[in-house]
């Protein structure tokens, strides 16, 4: 019978130590280049951020930049916001919906003697109705004047107070739209200023800048109500 080895039996964790330590285990070939070796270091988070911005200065007064924060719409937002352009421009485009003639270079209004511009606003909103009309299309300066002039009789006459006349945009006038010019001067400068409350470009539905209308009075300043009137009197 083959006498048995005799079996050392480890007591202690001191003994596994000191058996290891005279036993060689070779480390696996696979493993060799995948074990990290870490650097073992007593400085601190802050003593390491400390030394590295040693020497750095910081940037002050007006040399200083802000932050600058740049805002941007959601994707959904833009798209919302590019259809309802769109659709506001076909409707425009197609319709002639959304276009307001007051927002634009073109619009002209006033008003007569002693009378709050608020109703000349209300002239081009449609607040008033409309008695008659005169087509100034197609004449030039002078015999436009002399037509205006014999409309203009023959509306006070009839006791009209609303009336729209139509003299064109003047988009093929080198300079400036004449005949638009010209009614306005008229109604501005001429006899028939006694006789104008307020005057306004008219809606896109009349003719839009190409048209104007006038409010008239049912009978004419007179000077006794202008000099009353100015000195802080009761008509």
Known sequence: MTPRKPCHTLKSFRELISVLDLTSLPLDHRFKHQVPEEKLTSESEEEL?????????????KRRIGKIAKAELAEGFREKDDAETLKRLEALVHHGTGFNVADTPEYIEGTGYHVHPEIAKRLHRGDFSIQAHLDLH????????????????????????????????GLSSPAEPVLKRKVEEWLTRGSWRKWVVAYSSARKCDGGAGATYVLLRKHPVSKRFKIRRTSGGKP
């Open 49 to 61: 951020f400390q030394k590295e911005m040693e020497g750095v200065k910081p940037v002050l007064g």
């Open 138 to 169: 197609g004449f030039i300066a002078e015999d436009a004047k002399e037509v205006f002039d014999q409309f203009m009789k023959w509306v006070v006459i009839h006791g009209k107070t609303g009336i729209l006349v139509t003299h064109g945009r």
